[in-house]
């Protein structure tokens, strides 16, 4: 699976804007109709997609797109834990 | 199968109708969801307009158990509970809480869900697990639970006075 392709994918049907728009430069507050609702909604169905489960920090401490998916490749990268 | 939380003996502070001081959640099953409508009045605020965090995490634990019990798969205890804040829930606003399972074996059970307004924006979303219950185990816990209560019972508010 594409992680840019989909990530980009994922903000733009949240946002409602063109995936034209997006590049890994772009602060997510600079983004049309973003609010913490719709952070919340694309970290959802981005570790939905991906089978992940991002940290809290990840709330606060990205700010751009770019950052984002690297954190995305970091958690896919991980040796999955066996019990 | 029916949900053990029915019971007339039951007083969760989730769901129970009889409690006084519960949320009393409605609960409806539709194909794998599970939802419940409500709205929360001053009584379970936090800052004033805002219900506390401690009740929107109490009603999605409420909510993915409910999708648990409503998939057939019995009685069980939260395990684990994640939640996380997209905006604050306000007083007296109507939302409706969902929750379905996203997967389960034997032990375990894992359970997403959501808490949105009314009008559909995100208010927080939390996934858990939960260990299920036999219901031998369940019962073992209703004699154990009823045993406290009698002895309660000669006390005022049913609460156990210590040092007497």
Redesign the interface.
Known sequence: MDVQKTIYSIISQQLGIEISQLNSEVHFRSLPNI???????I??EVERAFDI?LD?EVTFRVETIGQFESEVERLRARIPEHI | MSNPKNAVDINCFGCAPKNPIGLKLEFEAVHRQCSSRFSLGPDYESYPGVIHGGIVATILDETLAQAVYHHGNGSAFTVGLRVRYGHPMETNIPHVAIGEIIRADSTLIRASGRIQRDTGELIAAAVGSFYLVSAKGMEAMRSISLERCRDHLHEPNGVKMRGK
């Not at chain 1, 609010?35 to 909604?41: D, E, G, I, P």
């Open positions: 609010s913490s609702m719709k952070v919340l909604q970290i959802l489960e809290d």
